[in-house]
């Protein structure tokens, strides 16, 4: 049957995920209770299979040990963990999802180690720069100082091995098929151990970063009711914007959750090719937009220029240029290749999710991209340096010592 005679892409997805849901709560009628029958009229048609029923199955870490008669230790677990095509390789699976736990709170117990080394960097090299009293006036910065070499060293590591991993990749080699091999022999490519735990590894660096940004954003305040002359509030905890906050908080949240959306269902569709060139274009720009925001945040003049005309070529290469016209522009012509392994209707029902993800991440990059643009004309016109991601109405203490 052609798609385009059967139901919208859009019904057809809300429909699955309906299905999915009320299949989970052990209700396969639901349709017959929604009132005046529209779930019979309106949501009533075949759906494709389930995905898992389509891909090739990834064996878990107790097939591994079934299939080889092992027993569970950390020998066997390694061995496992060294495999291609394994059920690591789908981050919705649960090895997947134990590892990412894992990997999470390792993450954190590092930053918790080496983010108030990294503070007192900041705060030496402040205090040097400009005195004393710059130190006392911004614990903010000092606090962001931290996060940002973390940052830093996080973005620089993973773009240097990814260029060291993928540089001989066939889908960044027009000569080798470009990427139309990000889509050929779909879903039997096979999910090499490297580009496993760098997804792995990714994942759990963003969803930490979720994390971090609202530990940088709010601040949950207890309260006594009784401690004042006034009448008792009946409000014992208020949740409130903390002062280390992001002027762009709004559109950076919006950015995490499409980006852990994109991560997450590339995985699960087995899509991580291409999912590997999105980390790869945001991890570089992102070299260069930490080291400016360090240098910003000790105001210093010329390493901050410097750093900022770097950041701006850098995004606009990567972020307005391949992104929008190498690999959207694949998504969009190239991927009906997956058809040949994927059932049509599955194709084209969540092939718009996907179109949405991808235009929404390129929307806020051309917004960020605008508001590098407003810094730039401040440097340029009004000889100051406000980091307008950081504070929406400029910042207050602009001033750079002379020669910095």
Known sequence: MNHED?????LLGITAILNSIFSLCNCPHWRESIPFGLGTKFLSFDLPKPLSEQLPKLPTYADFLLENDYENNFYNLREYAKMPSTALGVLTTKDAVVTLLFLVLMLRQIKSFVCPVFCQV???LGRSTHG???ERNNEEKILKFGEYVFRLFYHS???IFGLWYFWSKPWWNEEQGGTRTLWENYPNQTIETGMIWYYLIQCAYNLDAVASLIQLSFVLKIRNPFASNKKPSVRFVSIEWSPSCRGDFREMAIHHVITNLLVIGSSHFRLTRIGSMVFMVHDISDVPVDLSKLANFMKWKIATITCFISMVITWAITRLGILPFV????VLLESHLTTVGLDVKSYYMWRPYFY???????ALHVFWFLLFLKIGYALAFKK???DYTEHKNGEQDVVCKKGQ
Do not use: D, Q, T
């Open 122 to 124: 900041g705060r030496n």
């Open 327 to 330: 690999i959207f522009k694949s």
């Open 6 to 10: 059967g139901p919208s892409a859009a």
């Open 356 to 362: 949405i993800l991808f235009a929404g991440i390129i």
């Open 157 to 159: 590591s993973v773009s």
């Open 384 to 386: 100051e340096l406000h």
């Open 132 to 134: 004393i009293e710059w």
